[in-house]
């Protein structure tokens, strides 16, 4: 398999968007030539606005880039109302809900569910356009609508994933001020009912004097206690709100919504995206990339806790007027077969998910795929973390029947949408490559000075332009955004986007992602600071000094290692579940660890800096081939090996 390379579908090519390479270099060199001219015929034809923008791009402040300014648009109007002339009686969301269950949500529902959620949003609760509001929420069909209300009236929107924890949460709800967090009881995972109400209720245990009230959502009617004055029933008070409401007038640099992401210092970052640049982009790429036409069924598995969730369950499809497949359960139950039994259901055409996912399936069902009719399947997607080529070549031979492309999206939190990445019917595909940067993406692997890498060199990952669906700023930190993101690399004068990960590019200019060049790390797809849990470990009192490390893992990507020295006394089993704990409860669940030793010291320089990069190499079982030398105490790196394997 090593260098082959897999030639577009030709009959899916006829058809695509972008048909060829000649098609898709013709709409690089457009952006080249002009660049601006490149995203306002893209802006003019795809958005539909409420007053024109005057200029395309504002550099004038960067990097506080400007798009479209001053134009007026409202997302909700651009997902929704106006499909509903062609479009009324398709269905917009598709939902299954963990016990089978399917409802069918057409763009005509969609609209009155919207606007009545609208309604009560800023009828009961005073919400306005600009105020902040935290959905913790499980994968519900009300999700989507909260989202779209929230746009609707010109809320900003902060989604909470359902697996962090209290103390996460209350973090995000203070950071962002929120006025009113809207949760549901629970949901179903695994044919069992599940609680989140009861999260909300210790995050706000001590009263957070911003959030004035919380809107509860019933989707399992599980016993959740109920406080007066505070929380409000859904399904009680939307019965009474009118379905038309006028959506607001936004500008197209108003803020859409915050999602909080982990950085490699400090506490976890709102990343602010803006009205009109991120619905343009994210519209484009499902366009592009996905290549949805007609009546598809796009199927993304992400939650909408996650930027995968925001713009390719919600954002995107709707924009698009496609059909989108909300799925409130997990792909391995009750069996492996699950996925492939709701792609063959509901004649699923684009299937989009995370390495993780697809190791999974292929460890627990091998041949599980050829037992349902997937002829329906015309794009496979993956996303979030470095596919590996065995788990590519199963998902491309058994999954998509080798006729599938598959699209290698990679993008982040704060690129908003699809950045390097094929086009289903134009690229020649490498497995587990990204391939190429999309029109209008000008994406360079460089050193920190600017300087390019040579072909095969692994170098940083940057976007040296500014792009439409750029992340804005980090919520009330905009020092923070400039240092975390713009270095002192500059093109054109103008600051260039660091993304933290690493890339080469090989001799045919196919880019490759390396993984993170900073110390974030990443498991099942979920990013994490190390900082962040380290800072969690030193809460448990048997701990004087910790570093976190990622280490490579068969299914989950990477798992989480830490290394700890204790304060006194051996490390047992009951410490290394009670700091197990400490991380559910001050992170979630997806910041378990998978290893926890206790080791003499760390390997530190003189001046007190953590060698991280030893301790993942011990982590690995790799050689140390770094100089130990100008540690503060070279011997204390055989002691860590020992008791690494030791342990
Ligand atoms: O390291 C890259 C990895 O996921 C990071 C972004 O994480 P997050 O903001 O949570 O967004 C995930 C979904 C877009 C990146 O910095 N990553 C994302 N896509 C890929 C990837 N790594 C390799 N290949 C990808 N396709």
Redesign the pocket.
């Known amino acids: 398999m090593h260098g082959e390379v897999f030639q577009p579908n030709k009959d899916f090519a006829k058809n695509a968007r972008v048909k060829s390479m000649d098609e898709y270099r013709a709409l690089v060199a457009e952006a080249d030539a002009d660049y601006e001219g490149f995203w306002a015929k893209r802006a003019d034809e795809k958005i539909a606005w409420i007053a024109p923008y005057t200029k395309v791009l504002d550099e004038s402040s960067a990097p506080f880039y400007k798009w479209f300014v001053d134009g007026k648009l409202n997302v909700s109007n651009q997902c929704i109302d106006r499909h509903l002339a062609d479009k009324g009686d398709k269905t917009a969301i598709l939902f299954e809900g963990d016990r089978g269950d399917v409802e069918k949500i057409t763009y005509n529902e969609l609209s009155q569910r919207v606007n009545k959620f609208a309604n009560l949003l800023k009828n009961r609760f005073g919400v306005t356009k600009g105020d902040r509001v935290v959905l913790y929420l499980p994968m519900i069909p009300e999700a989507a609508y909260a989202m779209l209300a929230c746009a609707r009236i010109g809320a900003i929107h902060s989604i909470v994933f359902g697996g962090f924890s209290s103390e996460a949460l209350r973090d995000r709800i203070e950071d962002a001020s929120a006025k009113l967090v809207i949760t549901a009881d629970g949901a179903y995972r695994k044919g069992k009912p599940y609680l989140l109400k009861p999260a909300v209720d210790k995050a706000l245990e001590n009263d957070i004097a911003c959030v004035e009230a919380v809107l509860v959502i019933q989707r399992n009617k599980e016993d959740v206690t109920w406080k007066e004055g505070r929380d409000y029933s859904y399904n009680e008070l939307i019965k009474d709100e009118s379905d038309v409401c006028d959506f607001e007038v936004m500008d197209s640099e108003d803020p859409l919504f915050l999602l909080y992401?982990?950085g490699s210092t400090g506490k976890p970052k709102g990343?602010q995206h803006s009205t009109a640049g991120y619905i343009l982009w994210a519209q484009m790429t499902m366009e592009w990339v996905f290549d949805v036409q007609g009546d598809d069924v796009f199927w993304c598995t992400?939650d909408i806790g996650?930027?995968?969730g925001h713009?390719y369950i919600v954002y995107g499809p709707l924009a698009a007027g496609t059909t989108t497949l909300m799925f409130e359960g997990v792909p391995t139950y009750p069996d492996a077969g699950r996925a492939w039994k709701m792609v063959q259901d509901h004649k699923v055409t684009q299937f989009y998910t995370?390495?993780t996912a697809i190791r999974v399936l292929h460890k627990m069902g091998e041949n599980e795929p050829e037992k349902y009719d997937l002829s329906s399947l015309k794009v496979l997607g993956?996303?979030?973390?470095?596919?590996d080529p065995p788990a590519w070549m199963w998902y491309h031979q058994v999954v998509g029947n080798g006729k599938c492309p598959i699209v290698?999206?990679?993008?982040?939190?704060?690129?908003g949408g699809?950045m390097?990445?094929p086009l289903p019917g134009a690229t020649p595909i490498k497995p587990a490559c990204?391939t190429f940067a999309l029109p209008g993406i000008i994406a360079e692997v460089i050193e920190s000075d600017g300087t390019p890498k040579k072909i095969g060199e692994t170098g940083l990952l940057c976007i040296t332009k500014p792009w439409p669906s750029m992340i804005r700023n980090i919520w009330g930190d905009s020092e923070r955004f400039k240092k975390a993101y713009f270095g002192d690399a500059k093109k054109d004068g103008k600051p260039v986007y660091f993304?933290?990960?690493g890339a080469v590019i090989d001799k045919d200019g196919y880019i490759t992602?390396t993984?993170?060049v900073d110390d974030?790390i990443?498991v099942s797809?979920?990013?994490m600071g190390t900082a962040e849990i380290e800072a969690a470990v030193k809460e448990d009192e048997h701990v004087a000094e910790v570093a976190v490390v990622g280490r490579p893992h068969d299914i989950k990507g990477e798992s989480i290692f830490i290394y700890i020295v204790m304060k006194e006394g051996k490390v047992n089993d009951d410490i290394k579940s009670h700091i197990n704990q400490v991380l559910s409860s001050e992170i979630g669940n997806i910041a378990k660890a998978d290893d926890i030793v206790a080791v003499p010291g760390l390997p530190k320089t003189r001046s007190g800096k953590i060698m991280r990069r030893i301790l993942r190499s011990i982590a690995k079982g790799e050689e140390i081939t770094q100089d130990i030398s100008t540690l503060e105490d070279p011997d204390v790196v055989s002691k860590i090996k020992e008791a690494v394997k030791n342990s």
Do not use: L, Y
């Open positions: 992401t982990s990343v992400a996650w930027i995968t713009t995370a390495p993956t996303v979030g973390e470095p596919i290698d999206t990679w993008w982040q939190t704060e690129t699809h390097i990445s990204a993304s933290g990960d992602i993984g993170r974030v990443n797809g979920h990013r």
